[in-house]
Every structure is written in C-alpha cells, then in structure tokens.
C-alpha cells in the first residue's frame, strides 16, 4: 500500500508542511441511534474499520471471493471499502428502496442500466475567517484519484443510525463519522446539530470506463475551526482556500495547468450555489438560505 504520498501542486505547496500526515490505525465513529423524539442522535463510541461493516451494515452478506479477486490490484483499504460498505439505494424523490455495496453503487454498467442512485453527502467547512477547506483525493481512490474537491464527500450507509431522515439526521451523522475518517477531525470539534444541510442535488458523472457517480448529494455547510489530522489512505493534501484563491484553482483546472482537476460534483455546486451561500457564510445567515425540499437535478 502505498504510503501518504502528498503531492501537492505548485498553486498549494504550503498547506502539507503544517499537517504532520503519518500512517497511523484509523478508527470509525459509531454514532448512536434515536427512535423517538427529535434529538439528533449522539456520538456513542469507535471500532475499527476492521470490524465495522461485519455489525453495522443491516441486512446483507459480504461479496464472495470471486468479486473481490476481480479487483486484486485494488488498494487493500479501498477494496474494503469497497465491498463492505452498503450504501443506501433512492428513487429520484429520495426515498428510500434499498440498499447496494458501494462496489456496485459506482460502476458505470450499473449507473447506466438505473439501478445505482444512491445518497451522499458533500460537507464545506470554512473556518472563522470564512475560508473553504479543500481536499485532494488519494492516488488510491477507485473513483477520481487526486482530484481536488470541497471538505468531505461520502455516504451515509445503510445503519440505522445514518438512515435517520428527520432533520437529515442520519446524513448528519454520516457526515461527522466521515469527516474523523478522513481528516481526523474528532467529534467534539464537529457537533451533527451544527451541520447545515442548504439543498440537495441529483447528478450522474463517469469517472473512467468502469467507474461513476449517480448520486443524491447532501450539500452540508459548517462554521468552524478544527483541527486537522489528515489519514494518508484517503486524502493526500489540504488546503484553506478564500474566494480568490479558489477563482485561481477553478482557472487552473478549466486551463489544465499544473494538473488541477476537480472533482464533478464540486464543479455542479461551485456554478450552481457556492458563490451566493458563501455570501451567507460570511453573513451568519446560513439557514435562511437552505432549502431541503427542492432536489436539483444538474
């Protein structure tokens, strides 16, 4: 496997020194359920990734080995992921019809013959000087390896806890069990009841001739400052970006220099929302601008 081979392009050269990324165990957060009332549901512990799909995942056996022998040159976390992960499966109106392993959920014969919507989840996390934390995606991610994209995106799993829909619950939870995978933000710094759920948006992208997306993505924002402790197996860089550094990234990515790619569902939400929800950011008037009952088919 390889090791945290942080790249970073010239335009963001800086933000990996501050970081100290190292290989280390990463642990999941298991976030407690709620069947009444409408509390968001707590944090209530960790395990290992080792031993998370085995209990959580309700309802479905792991691949056999002829699946997973026909992706042995896959990275061994990522295979994992791959296969243990059950993703939630929607209709168009989001609602809920099933559930799929992420494998599945992400290749284009699938995608193409309409049986792989599924929901996600896309955080943006500014800090208190209103600027967007960006991440690069690993080398060994299956669907768009290196390409930068906003804070966090995932999805939330077919747990009972993450199929929570009143106050977007279950995607709140997801969100912040993610964000601690990935950027080793722990759960004190990241509250679900502060997450702010703004829209939502439904949208299809290939990623190479096997692998896509068709997802009904959560678009998520938060205010705050955290600290960072990026995991090498999925991130391989981090970046602060304002306004005007970002117009330079999207220049670069839209001119090819440097390498800049992003990530097509970064792109759908930096055309579409982010310039005026920035202005809300900066504001502190967030939740006047959310609006959950429209879903956005870009």
Excluded at 128 to 149: D, G, H, I, N
Aim: hydrophobic residues 40%.
């Amino acid at each position: 496997m390889a090791a945290s081979a942080a790249r970073p392009l010239a335009l963001l050269a800086s933000a990996s020194a501050s970081l100290g990324v190292g290989r280390r165990a990463w642990a999941r957060l298991a976030v407690s359920s709620s069947s009444a009332g409408s509390a968001l549901p707590s944090l209530r512990g960790r395990h290992s990734f080792a031993a998370s799909a085995g209990g959580a995942v309700m309802g479905k056996p792991g691949p056999g080995p002829g699946a997973v022998d026909a992706d042995a040159g896959m990275d061994a976390v990522q295979r994992r992921l791959m296969f243990e992960d059950e993703c939630i499966l929607v209709d168009e109106q989001d609602n809920v019809i099933g559930h799929e392993s992420k494998y599945n959920c992400h290749l284009m014969d699938k995608i193409e013959a309409g049986n792989a919507l599924h929901r996600a989840f896309s955080v943006f996390l500014f800090n208190s000087k209103y600027e967007l934390l960006l991440q690069q995606r690993s080398a060994t991610k299956v669907t768009f390896p290196l390409v930068w994209t906003n804070t966090c995106c995932s999805h939330p799993l077919y747990r009972e806890s993450e199929l929570i829909e009143e106050n977007c619950a279950g995607v709140r939870n997801a969100a912040q069990r993610k964000l601690f995978d990935e950027l080793g933000i722990v759960a004190d710094e990241l509250p679900v009841d502060q997450f702010i759920p703004l829209g939502r948006m439904l949208y299809k992208a290939p990623s190479d001739g096997k692998w896509g997306e068709h997802e009904l993505d959560y678009l998520l924002f938060m205010v705050r400052d955290v600290k960072l402790n990026p995991n090498p197996e999925e991130v391989a860089d981090v970046k602060y970006m304002n306004r005007d550094q970002l117009k330079e990234l999207l220049r670069k990515a839209d001119a090819g220099e440097d390498g800049v790619k992003l990530s097509p569902w970064f792109r759908l939400v930096v055309d579409n929302f982010l310039m005026g929800w920035w202005d809300h950011v900066e504001q502190g008037t967030l939740q006047g601008a959310a609006d959950m009952k429209t879903i956005h088919k870009l």
